[in-house]
């Protein structure tokens, strides 16, 4: 077993899942201040829309662009080469995301017109004018969380894996503020979020700076080009594709949205956070991991370790992603109401939730698999093959949305997404055989025979035993949180206990 990569996943792991549990407690407070309606609607597109450009130019293309460069740099030069390599990309960076970030909050309203037209069509022009007046204020955090993930890198690049990880805690904790206190004080209370996503940027751009004086690589304004500048570019803008399917997935799944009733956008994006968690916590974890080490095998041209690196996230990503997708899948209508059926948020909008999350859920495995296998060319400066292989999973998305759309509304679009991961990991492991790069070794499959047994028995037990629904609607949000918190401590522990007696030893991957 890979100590280092087990202990450093760990504490990504660790901090991502203090991040997503505050995460889950801010989406609470949306719910129970605001509900699920034009309102959020509003705000949720003025929300993903920088968040969606996050993913591609923060910890999405730019890092995973970024990082096998910084850590070829270092294992080949001095110091003082890899400081001009971070002063030369920050400063172009830093000069792109301030024309994007300027020129957006100009023409906001046609932004959101061409992420959101179902607003601008609407008879009630209400919600395209509030998502227009929050993106204006929700927009620069772009530029924010973009240099902050770019922090971020350098520090993973140094092994310094847990701040990066605790930093969007406190986005969470700004919007949890903001939505608690600021909207008291404001004409248009749901306007606190975006204040709230705003000063989160800041908070978080200036909790890294510390750590970066300190292992001695805080960036600086340079003048002139650099040869890794080029290289920078040749490798992002395929990969500011390539990268984030999902998150384009995502995406159309807002923009086909807005044309349906007021409501679902919010209902996807409720069940999208609960999809989040896992999803983070694994994939995310094991990914921003992954790259660093991969980068670091390929410069060294350590083939052994680089393929045991890629073996090892796959084998820890399945056995914690299956249970996790069975209980996304049997659990979310209990899961939905327990967080956020209160107040404003009703019960029509939680059964509206959790189908879509039944959906989303369901591809949980691919979201994971897509997560550990697209840094593995990316690690080789090979961003040509996930861009093809996301090209054919986003055609493939766009068409699956419309069909599924028309004849099951929002929960369609959720289960468009979950088919087009599927293509995208199936191609992406596809290209790895086809170039020889990695293939399932038989330990893999066996171990994957074994947790398909061990989650099937987890399966019937949460069949029978746990709460129906009724249960939850009925009963105290103590008795809601102790009940569906028995049910997946019980289903988890007959989860592992399966696995131990079927032989499965984690010290011994």
């Known amino acids: 077993m890979d100590k280092s990569f087990l202990k450093s996943s760990s504490i990504v792991t660790a901090m991502t899942f203090l991040s997503r549990i505050l995460g889950l407690v801010r989406d609470y407070f949306i719910a129970r201040y605001f509900g699920a309606n034009g309102f959020t609607d509003a705000f949720l597109v003025a929300f993903r829309i920088p968040n969606f450009l996050r993913r591609l130019f923060g910890e999405g293309a730019f890092s995973q662009a970024f990082v096998p460069i910084l850590a070829e740099v270092r294992a080949n030069h001095d110091e003082a080469e890899v400081q001009n390599v971070i002063n030369h990309i920050g400063t ?21 017109f061409m992420f959101a037209w179902g607003f601008y069509f609407d008879a009630d022009s209400t ?5 227009s007046n929050m993106l204006r204020i929700t927009f620069p955090y772009l530029l924010l969380i973009s240099l902050t993930a770019f922090a971020g ?4 690049t140094y092994d310094k894996f847990a701040v990066p990880a605790f930093t969007p805690v406190l986005l969470n ?3 949890i503020l903001s939505a608690v206190y600021l909207s008291q004080h404001l004409e248009t209370p749901i306007m606190a979020l975006a204040w709230g996503v705003l000063i989160g940027g800041i908070v978080q751009l200036l909790f890294q700076i510390p750590f970066l004086i300190k292992i001695k690589k805080l960036p600086r304004l340079a ?3 650099h040869p890794s500048v080029k290289t920078l570019k040749k490798r992002m803008l395929p990969a500011l594709f390539g990268v984030s399917v999902s998150q384009i997935n995502l995406l159309i799944d807002t923009m086909i949205a807005t044309v349906l009733v007021s409501g679902s956008v919010s209902w996807l994006y409720y069940s999208d956070r609960l999809l989040e968690l896992p999803l983070a916590l694994i994939g995310i974890a094991l990914a921003t991991v992954a790259l660093a080490k991969l980068s670091k095998h390929f410069s060294n041209k350590d083939e052994k370790k680089f393929t045991r690196t890629i073996n090892y996230a796959l084998k820890i990503g399945l056995l914690l992603g299956a249970p996790a997708c069975a209980g996304l899948v049997l659990l979310a209508e209990p899961l939905i109401i327990t967080l956020f059926q209160y107040d404003k948020f009703d019960a029509f909008a939680a059964h509206m939730s959790a189908l879509s999350l039944i959906a989303y859920g369901s591809g949980l495995l691919a979201f994971i698999v897509v997560k550990i296998l697209a840094p593995v060319f990316l690690s080789r400066g090979d ?20 069909i599924f759309a028309y004849y099951f509304a929002h929960v369609g679009l959720a289960v468009a997404t979950s088919i087009s991961a599927v293509i995208n990991a199936s191609l992406l492991y596809y290209y790895l055989k086809k170039q020889s790069i990695y293939q399932f070794s038989n330990d893999l499959i066996k171990l994957f025979l074994k947790v398909l047994l061990a989650s099937f028995i987890m399966v019937v037990f949460i069949l029978n035993f746990s709460n129906d629904i009724s249960f939850y609607l009925e009963n105290s949000v103590w008795q809601r949180i102790t009940s569906v918190a028995i049910t997946i401590i019980a289903s988890a522990a007959l989860y592992f ?8 030893r984690m010290k011994q991957l």
């Open 92 to 112: 172009k960076f830093l000069t792109v995301l301030i024309i994007i970030t300027v020129i957006t909050v100009v023409i906001a309203p046609l932004v959101i």
């Open 127 to 131: 919600k395209f004018d509030l998502a």
């Open 153 to 156: 890198s350098i520090l993973n």
């Open 173 to 175: 904790v700004s919007m």
């Open 223 to 225: 003048r002139g080009d």
């Open 383 to 402: 961003t040509r093959t996930p861009v093809k292989v996301g090209v054919i999973a986003m055609v493939s998305n766009v068409f699956l949305n419309i």
């Open 497 to 504: 206990a399966c696995l131990r007696l079927l032989g499965i």
